[in-house]
Every structure is written in C-alpha cells, then in structure tokens.
C-alpha cells in the first residue's frame, strides 16, 4: 500500500517569506498527486493536481509544485505568501493502476502567515 | 449549484450510543468516501463505496457501518464499537468521467462523545 510523508506539521511565517512544503510518497508504480488546501471553516479543496506531463504544476492562488519522480517527491511551492493562505494543507497520492481510486493522504500542514 | 451536504454539522453524543451521518450529493457521482480528520494524523479513510449497493472497508472500518442504496446517498453509522469516536468527519466523492480523478468534499461533521 502506498503512504504519503510530509515533513513538516506546523509552519509559521511572515507575509511575502517563500513557502516550501514538503511531500514524499512511497509507491513503486505510476501515481497522480495532489495538494488540497483546507481554509479555515471552509470545504477541503483541490489546489493542484499531477497527472502526467510537465513536471511543474500550477495552481491557484500563485502556488505551484513539482513532481520528481526519482525523489518520489512532490513539494508545494509559493515565492511570496499572503495572509489569505493561512490554512492546512495536505498532500495526496493515488496509484493509476488496479482499477480503484482510493488517494492516501499524508498527515497535514498547518501554516500560519502572519501578516 | 452541485455539492456534497453533510449533516448534521455538530453532533453530540453520550457514550454507548449508535449515531448516523449523513452525506448527500448531486453531482451524479459514482464512488463516494468517508474519511476521519483527527489533529496531526491527516485524513484516514473508513469506507468507500465505487457504485451503488457495494462498498470496501478502508483502513479503519471499525465501528463504523455504512450502506449504499442510492446512488446520492452514503450515510455513516458511528457505533458504541467504536472507541475514539470524537473527530471530525468528511464525506467525498468523485466523477467517473475522463480527466475527473479529483475528490469533491463535503463541509464536514463533528462528532463529540460526551
């Protein structure tokens, strides 16, 4: 079965400080890859999302992530972080083979901007 | 607007008491999901249910019982089995539909046992 890392729990920052999230999945085959993001009182939501091709996704609000499939990593990325994304995040994988869609999320990050 | 409502919202409950979640949506999805949300342990899932009248225990089915009679329906049973029931729990779903391999989540139910 595959299991989602991510390596940091608990961020804090300053508006406009880079954010990096780490993501690392163990899985030996062809996977899609996710990050949703949980605003506080709001629906869990999809931010990005890897399926195939470019490597470097984007999504909204300015975040971006790449998959390195030899790290198995999948890291989210921001150059400048606003107030406004103070929320949880959490990174997601699911295999593409075998015929379920059953995505494995990792234990969350909480970040806090302050402004 | 199309969506996942889950209710009720808040939930109490005494010890030795069975509770039933709900969790509708309209989006004529297929499979549906049923995941826990506990601080620092991310989202587990219980059950999932890929079509209607079937449904697979996930990695932490007991104590917890679900049916599948509709296709917009999945409820969950929180049972006196269940030994840590206090948390916060989300239904999704997700469309069989090409380039639809995202899950769409409801707001979420929280469950205290008092």
């Known amino acids: 079965a595959q299991s989602v890392s991510q390596h940091n729990h608990h961020v804090i920052l300053s508006e406009a400080a880079s954010l990096e999230l780490g993501c690392n999945y163990s899985?030996?085959?062809?996977?899609?890859l996710f990050w949703y993001v949980q605003y506080p009182g709001q629906h869990l939501q999809l931010l990005l999302k890897y399926f195939s091709g470019d490597p470097l996704v984007k999504g909204i609000k300015g975040f971006e992530a790449e998959f390195i499939k030899s790290k198995f990593s999948f890291n989210l990325r921001k150059p400048s972080v606003q107030w406004s994304d103070t929320a949880e995040y959490f990174c997601?994988?699911?295999?593409?083979?075998?015929?379920?869609?059953?995505?494995?999320f990792g234990r969350g990050t909480s970040l806090i901007v302050h402004p | 607007d199309g969506g996942i409502t889950q209710s009720p919202k808040y939930l109490f409950r005494k010890e030795g008491q069975n509770v039933t979640l709900s969790c509708e949506q309209n989006l004529n999805h297929d499979a549906m999901y049923w995941y826990r949300q506990d601080p620092g342990q991310g989202l587990r899932l219980i059950y999932y249910s890929q079509i209607v009248n079937d449904f697979q225990k996930g990695d932490i089915a007991e104590g917890y019982s679900v049916s599948r009679e509709k296709k917009e329906s999945f409820p969950l049973t929180v049972t006196s089995a269940q030994k840590n029931p206090t948390a916060f729990y989300l239904c999704a779903s997700k469309g069989t539909s090409s380039g639809a391999n995202v899950l769409t989540f409801g707001a979420g139910s929280r469950l205290t046992v008092l």
């Open positions: 997601a994988v699911n295999p593409t083979s075998g015929g379920s869609y059953i995505p494995t």
């Open positions: 899985y030996g085959g062809t996977v899609n």
